[in-house]
């Protein structure tokens, strides 16, 4: 009998979501259980088994000195390494603080910060490793995780979307809120993974799956500018859950150097 494929899954600096988002998989769930043995998983078991591991999750950013050289045995214990969401892709929300006094934010937040080890930057998991797959998403799509670890399991190529948000506001019908009503949206640049949620009910996408293939911010930043976007508000949509990815964080600073010049 072949042995089931060892899955561990590992948090970093994150909220817990995209952890969450395999949990609330329910059903499906347990067909995923039964065909893997999970062996480490804070979140949801008790059971710590040490590696090496067939398929290890990763979420959640380098922020510390321990997180970096923790990430490094966690590489060297997976043979199949996939970051899941936008912090462990881009080093999430927080990597607002690389553009930042990385030390008036600990002397603003803590009341002895000199007991506080973190890093200037947040940054993403590739970073610091070599990954294997990227599962992007604040949070991810439970389906899309789904259809990743079944492919693993199958020994395929995973089928996740390669388009942008736009498509499928199309699919869905949905006006164009930036043609429309000049509305600043990320959908343009944004990789499909939430089927559009926020253009549907009006409001710009934030780019929560972060960049999609071969996106040309300027572009979209240049008609933002023509139709009155203020830059400021464009650097703040930019400047978001995927903030530091480099298509989206170029194209922030360049705004910004713009501004100044």
């Known amino acids: 009998m072949t042995a089931k494929p060892r899955l561990a899954v590992f948090k970093f600096a994150s909220c817990d979501g995209c952890q969450l988002s395999l949990l609330d998989c329910e059903d499906e769930l347990l067909a995923v259980a039964g065909a893997v043995e999970i062996v480490h998983f804070a979140e949801a078991t008790s059971r710590m ?10 979420e959640g950013s380098i922020t510390t000195p321990d ?12 043979r199949f390494l996939m970051t ?4 462990a892709t881009a080093g999430g929300i927080q990597s607002l603080r690389n553009w930042a006094d990385h030390q008036e934010f600990l002397q603003a937040v803590y009341a002895r910060p000199e007991y506080i ?11 610091h490793v070599p990954v294997d797959f990227e599962l992007r ?10 259809e990743v670890l079944v492919a693993l399991i199958d020994g395929r190529k995973p ?3 390669g388009h942008g948000v736009c498509l499928d506001c199309k699919r869905r019908g949905s006006v164009c809120i930036t043609v429309a009503r000049g509305v600043p949206c990320m959908g343009p640049l944004t990789q499909s993974g939430c089927g559009a949620i926020c253009p549907a009910f009006d409001r710009g996408c ?6 999609a293939p071969q996106v040309q911010p300027r572009s979209l930043t240049g008609h933002l500018l ?12 930019l400047r978001n859950f995927n903030g530091f990815a480099p298509e989206f964080r170029g194209e922030s600073e360049r705004l910004i150097s713009q501004q100044e010049t």
């Open 206 to 211: 934030y780019g929560c799956f972060g960049p």
């Open 137 to 146: 998403g604040c949070p991810i799509s439970r389906q899309q995780l789904l």
């Open 117 to 127: 080890s973190s890093l200037a930057t947040s940054t993403a998991i590739a970073d």
């Open 49 to 58: 088994e040490p590696g090496p591991y067939d398929i290890v999750l990763v």
């Open 84 to 87: 899941i969401g936008a912090c």
């Open 226 to 237: 023509e139709q009155g976007a203020p830059p400021r508000q464009l650097v703040q949509l």
């Open 159 to 161: 089928q996740t979307p």
């Open 67 to 78: 997180d970096a050289a923790r990430i490094q045995d966690v590489r060297a214990n997976a």
